[in-house]
């Protein structure tokens, strides 16, 4: 089955600085990825989507400038969450779409194992 | 805006009980359904995917099924067993870019 790598799976940090999460498909490609945030027994909360060589595209009161996303390659995308606070701990998740071999999604959603933010 | 409601929230049940999971959307034009399993602390395991020209779906022990003009899905758990104690979650895909919108989940023990 295809694979989602998230790295770190987890992370403590001071307030103040950022902190980078990758996550990249490992034996396929993908040209949409998303990026989840996850709070204790909550549901997963939609922040973006990330789109190959293009910018994101942010759901509603989700702060970009807080929340970078960059999807520079067909593998891999990365979230850094900057002057992070304690407010912004959580669980980050994110999904690749995988694509046909001649471009397009097919609609099939692999998960990473999620990466766990402490901020202190 | 889609929202996705999933009952019970919590569920207790002795080990070998048949188990039913519903999730309803209050915009039934979803495409594509996908059952979830979360361990605490973990990612998504995906279950079963129902697909946009499909009712249901089998695996296993699991069966999912489709109702696209109430917005309702269910999934059935037979004879269940404690390793199925997880977070169940169900998501819909709508939008052009297959984005899931995520029930906040059933969380089923199962004790033996």
């Known amino acids: 089955g295809a694979v989602v790598s998230q790295h770190p799976s987890w992370v403590i940090c001071k307030s103040g600085t950022s902190v980078k999460i990758e996550c990249r498909s490992l034996d396929f490609q993908a040209t949409t990825m998303f990026w989840y945030r996850q709070f204790p027994k909550q549901s997963l909360m939609l922040m973006a989507t990330s789109n190959e060589g293009s910018k994101a595209t942010y759901e509603q009161g989700v702060e970009k400038d807080k929340f970078l996303i960059n999807h520079a390659s067909l593998t891999l995308s990365t979230l850094t969450v900057t002057s992070a606070h304690p407010e912004d701990s959580s669980f980050y998740i994110c999904?690749?779409?995988?694509?046909?071999?001649?471009?397009?999604?097919?609609?099939?959603?692999?998960f990473g194992e999620g990466s766990r933010l402490t901020v202190l | 805006k889609q929202e996705v409601t999933q009952i019970p929230a919590a569920l207790s049940v002795p080990e070998g009980e048949n188990l039913v999971l519903n999730c309803s959307f209050t915009d039934s034009a979803i495409y594509n359904l996908q059952w979830f399993r979360q361990d605490p602390g973990k990612g998504l395991t995906s279950l079963l995917l129902?697909?946009?020209?499909?009712r249901e779906q089998t695996s296993g022990r699991l069966n999912a099924s489709l109702d696209k003009s109430s917005g309702r899905s269910t999934l059935y758990i037979a004879a269940s067993q404690p390793g199925d104690s997880a977070t169940y979650l169900c998501a819909g895909i709508s939008g052009g870019y297959n984005k899931l919108i995520f029930g906040a989940g059933t969380r089923l023990a199962v004790h033996p």
């Open positions: 129902i697909q946009s020209s499909q």
């Open positions: 999904s690749a779409n995988r694509a046909f071999p001649g471009g397009g999604d097919t609609g099939e959603l692999f």
